[in-house]
Each structure stands twice: as C-alpha cells, then as structure tokens.
C-alpha cells in the first residue's frame, strides 16, 4: 500500500507492493520479448546468433501466404465462424428471453449447465464431444467444427444477451401484444430494433472465440475444415519442412487478426459485465 505523507510527493510503497509491480513488469518484458522476437523473425532474412537479423524482406509473408494455402484457411476459418454466430445467436436470443423473463422451477440449474461450458477448460468435454461426433459421423469435416464450436458459443450468447433483455421494461411488450403484436412481430419488430445492440456485442464476442478456439477445433476438423489456429499448430509442429521465417509471418497474421477482433470486441463487449453476471449466478 503507497503512503503519501502531508507536505510531501513522495511515494513509499510496501515491499509487498514492489513484488507485485516487479512480477508484473517481469511478465510484460518476457511476453514483449516473445511476441517481438517473432515480429522481427517474420521479417528477418537470415538470424544466426545475432541480435538482429542480417536483413530484412517482406518475402515471408507471400511465401506463408502460399505455402500454407493460407487463403482456403482463412476462408474456411470465416465460413465456421459466420455459422456458429448465425446458429448462437438463433438458439441464444430466444433462451436469453427465456431466462429474462420467465420464471419456473429449476432456473438457476439450468443457468448453471449453460454457464459450465465457460467455466470449464474446453478439452475436458472436448474429448468425449469429440468423441461422440465421430460415432456419428460429423466430426472430420466442417459441420463437426461447428457443432463443437457451439457448445460454448451458445452460452456466451445467453450471458451476453440476458442482461440486456433485462433492461428492456416489460411494459413495452405489454403494450405490444394489447395492440395485438404475436411473438414473432414482438421479436421482430419490439425487441429486435432495442436489441440489436447487444446481438451485435454477443456475434463478436462468438466471432473472437470461434477463431481463437483450438482446442474443440482440433479435435473435430478434418484436412478440409481446419482453422487458422489449427493451420497454425500443424505448421509449427512440422519443423523442419519449411522456413521458419514463414512460419512466423503465419504467427503475426494470426496474431493481428485476434487482436483486431479483441478490438473491435472491446468496443462493443463490457468485460465486466460478463463476470458480474457470471457472479450472480455461481451456484444451480
């Protein structure tokens, strides 16, 4: 804790404090390091031994770009991740109302079951997901990636969802079905408009997590419906074959995608509204 003494600007801070700061620091000059290394790799020429590269070329990134077939991965990433938004947002914006608005035996329970896919690390149900997804024959190409991928898509539609439809004043609706509104123009021409903000927020939140998912995208895609994350691991994996200056040119355009995406989140996604509503209902 910092100490500020009247009638003076310096600062003592506990020794507690500095451990702190300092295990901070020393991760941030670590991470800094890391993603700066394969920053400066991806643009190096040759680097042996030296602190920087003998020189510098933009050819890596057209060599990645074609050795690694990058743009029917990139289409592929795009494709999965566009239906599992579509899909989670179909299943979640209706079971969002239904947990705003309705009140029945068993709620928090079920609130509980759909919060366990967030709470728990993906490959602890991944496996036996997997698993099932090949007893039936969907696993292996693009539609077993998206069943997976949905599994925690769909929750995160509902966290994100619920408490806007909680804002939304109930008297509204009322209004509207007395005026003789049925579901589906309450839905469509109510709710949608007042909801489309947080729709929004909830497909980029999926869109972010869909593309940087491996694990369940790992276990589930087939030659045809890997993910760039998952292109990503079988390139590093197979050291050796290729350059690895092309290799990390594939790492910084997957890096700058999630980062453009995280920005783009963070602009429409309250992170800590997410934890206090995960908060509110910790238990079934």
Same mark, same amino acid.
């Given at each position: 804790m910092a100490v500020i003494q009247p009638g003076k600007r310096r600062i003592v801070a506990s020794p507690a404090a500095w451990l702190v700061w300092g295990a901070v620091a020393f %991760? !941030? #000059? +670590? !991470?800094?390091? #890391?993603v700066g290394s394969v920053l400066v790799s991806s643009f190096g020429t040759q680097w042996f031994g030296t602190w920087l590269p003998e020189g510098f070329t933009t050819s890596w990134y057209a060599t990645a770009w074609q050795d690694f077939q990058l743009f029917d991965v990139v289409s592929v990433t795009l494709q999965i991740s566009l239906l599992v938004v579509v899909i989670s947002v179909l299943i979640g914006v209706p079971a969002s109302y239904v947990l705003a608005r309705r009140t029945f035996p068993g709620k928090n329970l079920v609130y509980f079951a759909f919060l366990l896919p967030i709470l728990m690390p993906p490959i602890t149900y991944g496996i036996p997901l997997a698993t099932v997804l090949y007893k039936y024959g969907f696993a292996g190409n693009m539609s077993g990636v998206v069943l997976a991928n949905l599994v925690p898509s769909v929750p995160f539609v509902i966290l994100t969802m619920t408490p %806007? &439809?909680?804002? &939304? +004043?109930?008297?509204i609706e009322s209004a509207a079905r007395m005026c003789g509104a049925g579901m589906r123009a309450l839905f469509l021409r109510v709710l949608g408009p007042l909801l489309v903000p947080g729709i929004l927020a909830a497909s980029i939140l999926v869109l972010v997590r869909t593309v940087g998912m491996f694990e369940l995208t790992f276990l589930t895609a087939g030659p045809d419906s890997q993910t760039l994350v998952v292109a990503l691991y079988y390139s590093m994996s197979a050291a050796g074959i290729r350059a690895q200056q092309s290799v990390d040119a594939m790492a910084v355009i997957y890096t700058s995608t999630m980062l453009v995406l995280l920005v783009i989140a963070l602009r429409y996604v309250n992170p800590t509204q997410l934890v206090a509503r995960v908060k509110e209902n910790p238990e079934p």
């Open positions: %991760f !941030l #000059v +670590n !991470l800094a390091g #890391v %806007f &439809i909680e804002q &939304i +004043n109930p008297s």
